[in-house]
Nanobody, 128 residues
Framework: QVQIEESGGASVLAGGSLRLSCRYSRYGYSPDCLGWFRQAPGKEREAVAAINIGNDSEYYRYSVKGRFTISHDNEERTMYLQMNSLKPEDTAMYYC?????????????????????WGQGTHVNVSS
């Protein structure tokens, strides 16, 4: 069982930066892959970035490469998403998620069913 809580969402101007945080608590299960997703109104949820906790491999959606950075603090059980050079199209609800099983491929292209645990989301609004 994994409980997840995101924070850090806010309203910013285009070109600005935000850092999202995802604190998770684990009970009897330690995920090896964490990720950030986002969902804009009227659009499907999409993976933004993922990180393999075991080897710190990072994976990004093409549209955020070079602007977003995912990181993880194992001791604090917290994952971060540093978002720079924000654009209006980055506006969305951002969700933190964890794989439901260990040993599955950690990537932004994987099926949604792999992500077994989700937070409630934190909203990011970027205005021009």
């Amino acid at each position: 069982q994994v409980q997840i809580e995101e924070s850090g969402g806010a309203s910013v101007l285009a070109g600005g930066s935000l850092r999202l945080s995802c604190r998770y608590s684990r009970y009897g299960y330690s995920p090896d892959c964490l990720g950030w997703f986002r969902q804009a109104p009227g659009k499907e949820r999409e993976a933004v970035a993922a990180i393999n906790i075991g080897n710190d491999s990072e994976y990004y959606r093409y549209s955020v490469k070079g602007r977003f950075t995912i990181s993880h603090d194992n001791e604090e059980r917290t994952m971060y998403l540093q978002m720079n050079s924000l654009k209006p199209e980055d506006t969305a609800m951002y969700y933190c998620a964890a794989h439901g099983e260990r040993g599955t491929t950690c990537t932004v292209d994987g099926a949604l069913y792999l992500w077994g645990y989700w937070g409630q989301g934190t909203h990011v609004n970027v205005s021009s």
